[in-house]
């Protein structure tokens, strides 16, 4: 967890901008463009129960949940990582929930299933609910977490009346999430908290009943009838989760379901929600640059600690572990873009590519939890490229030789409230790249009638690229000459300090196309990285006209 500090990190960049003259550092540059306090609602969460399950961990699985856990600094070594509350995802804690995952609670009946657990919990706020739900989150917030949530399975509700009590009693202790973990596909949850007039968050899965793969081991793609049933409870809750999941096919496993809920969606008529008032986000798992690209939540399950042989949830030559600063630039990119809801109709149209990109990974009793698949190659497909709120897919080119014609899954996405244009460059696993990797690709993105002097555009491009195109629609106010392009500024998004990049972009002659090369992306967007963080560069891009 060792951090270059601020100072370290920014003469860095200054030998970069002065010494190497990849960059200019302008005599006065804008400050950041990413808002410096998180927004007043937060969607994205840490959930506790991979680090739970790690091996060798004190008490591990269900067990290990409480305050030693949480926030005692004096844990055995065996306690690992502990206080979790401190020491995982620090910068990022002001905009995510902490989710207490399975077993925080007294009981699974009614009369007791949202009392902490009195035998991990200090009894001192252990005296009842929701009074103690509400010292756990003041204690958690006082660590700088936004809120607290609570993952729940067996939840019951003897009337719908007494279930709204319970979920107003717990939208007023400060409480903000719900994790519904199987046991509700019809929203009655969702429908009791809105009934309750709280602001809790309420979330659902649905699993594909095929195990945690789409489709068959073969083919690997989603059924019309699955994405449709994960449609219709997307419509009822708050927050759809796209698990269950096999950890080395992640991405198209839920870029697949996500991308088929947003088309199938969009759709519809467009006349609200089935249950009134629910936001129907679509929260893709860990994987934090598809949230991001495809405008949903993130339901963060990794933690920064090293990887281990035999943790059948983190694995593979990814090491998502080790990948906490992209956590950080996504965070913050929800600063200047939140969430969308699938329902949302200004975040039409959305396109899905005919082409598909196929993953494939041999399984065995070290990569997955599911003995079914042990011994067994497992395929998972997905769109080549999903977009939300542009009218064009983007144009994507292989360009790297150390994968000959491979090219990356791409998602790109333009918000519907804000404005801000998003693309993201996300991985893809084969058998014979040993799994994991991330093939660059020149990539064109089409982004609509373009904006006219009205700036900044603010462009965000996540993952590793060998160039991006961002190609605007002339317009009557688009042109000017070279002499007179626009100011391009650029910045890591996980930090606050802002380049000028004027000098080091191309503009098409008519002013409508913009490139900055891969080198660029790569610089600037890793900028603020921390010693040994293997994330992929997140960087945000302002066109001032």
Same mark, same amino acid.
């Given at each position: 967890l060792l951090l270059l500090n601020q100072s370290m990190m920014r003469c860095w960049l200054l030998d970069v901008v002065l010494v190497s003259g990849v960059l200019g550092l302008a005599a006065a540059v804008p400050p950041s463009f990413i808002p410096s306090t998180p927004p007043k609602e937060i969607f994205n969460y840490w959930t506790t129960w991979y680090v739970q399950n790690r091996p060798g961990m004190l008490h591990s699985g269900a067990a290990a949940m409480g305050d030693t856990f949480l926030f005692n600094k004096s844990a055995p070594a065996s306690c690992a990582g502990c206080p979790w509350a401190d020491n995982f995802f620090p910068k990022a804690h002001s905009d995510l929930i902490m989710c207490l995952d399975n077993?925080?609670?007294?009981?699974?009946?009614?009369?007791?299933?949202?009392?902490?657990?009195?035998?991990?919990?200090?009894?001192?706020?252990?005296?009842?609910?929701?009074?103690?739900?509400?010292?756990?989150?003041q204690r958690l917030k006082q660590h700088g977490w936004s809120s607290v949530g609570l993952w729940h399975h067996a939840l019951q509700w003897p009337t719908t009346q007494q279930l709204s009590a319970s979920l107003k009693s717990l939208g007023e202790? *400060?409480?903000?999430?719900?994790?519904?973990?199987?046991?509700?596909? =019809?929203? +009655?949850?969702?429908?009791?908290?809105?009934?309750?007039?709280?602001d809790i968050l309420i979330e659902h899965k649905r699993p594909s009943g095929k195990g945690p793969i789409n489709g068959n081991i073969t083919t690997g793609r989603a059924s019309s009838e699955y994405i449709e049933a994960l449609t219709a409870l997307a419509n009822r809750t708050d927050i759809l989760r796209t698990d269950d999941i096999v950890c080395q096919l992640s991405m198209p496993t839920c870029l697949e379901r996500m991308a088929g809920v947003f088309a199938t969606a969009a759709r519809g008529p467009g006349v609200g929600p089935a249950v009134p008032k629910a936001r129907g986000l679509i929260a893709p798992q860990d994987e934090a640059y598809l949230a991001a690209g495809l405008l949903g939540s993130w339901a *963060?399950?990794?933690?920064?600690?090293?990887?281990?042989?035999?943790? =059948?949830? +983190?694995?593979?030559?990814?090491r998502i572990n080790a990948r906490s600063d992209e956590v950080l630039r996504m965070v913050r990119f929800h600063r200047i873009a939140p969430p969308v809801g699938a329902f949302d109709v200004a975040a039409r149209p959305v396109l899905v590519s005919d082409e598909a990109l196929t993953d494939a990974k041999r399984m065995d009793r070290t990569t997955t939890w599911d003995s079914a698949f042990w011994g067994k190659t497992l395929h998972q497909g997905a769109p080549a490229r999903t977009v939300r709120g542009?009218?064009?897919?983007?144009?994507v080119t292989a360009a790297d030789s150390r994968y000959p014609g491979e090219v990356p899954f791409v998602v790109a996405s333009k918000h519907p409230h804000t404005g801000v244009l998003v693309v993201a460059a996300l991985g893809r696993t084969l058998e014979h790249y040993g799994g994991w990797f991330l093939p660059r690709a020149d990539i064109v993105l089409h982004a609509g009638d373009h904006p006219g002097r009205d700036g900044p555009q603010l462009v965000a491009v996540f993952g590793d690229v060998s160039s991006i195109t961002v190609k605007w629609r002339a317009t009557a106010t688009a042109a000017w000459s070279t002499q007179a392009a626009p100011a391009v500024y650029g910045q890591d998004l996980a930090w606050d300090t802002v380049v000028d990049l004027s000098q080091h972009v191309t503009w098409s002659a008519d002013g409508t196309t913009l490139t900055v090369s891969?080198?660029?992306?790569?610089?600037?967007?890793?900028?603020?990285?921390?010693?040994?963080?293997?994330?992929?560069?997140?960087?945000?891009?302002?066109v001032e006209w």
């Open positions: 077993a925080w609670a007294a009981g699974t009946k009614f009369e007791n299933q949202f009392q902490l657990d009195g035998a991990k919990f200090p009894q001192e706020y252990n005296s009842s609910w929701p009074a103690s739900q509400n010292h756990l989150v202790s *400060g409480v903000a999430h719900v994790k519904v973990d199987g046991t509700d596909i =019809t929203g +009655v949850v969702t429908a009791a908290a809105k009934a309750a007039g709280t *963060g399950m990794r933690y920064p600690l090293p990887q281990l042989d035999g943790d =059948t949830r +983190v694995n593979g030559q990814r542009l009218d064009m897919l983007p144009e891969g080198n660029i992306v790569r610089s600037v967007g890793t900028a603020a990285q921390r010693q040994g963080d293997l994330s992929d560069p997140g960087l945000l891009l302002a």
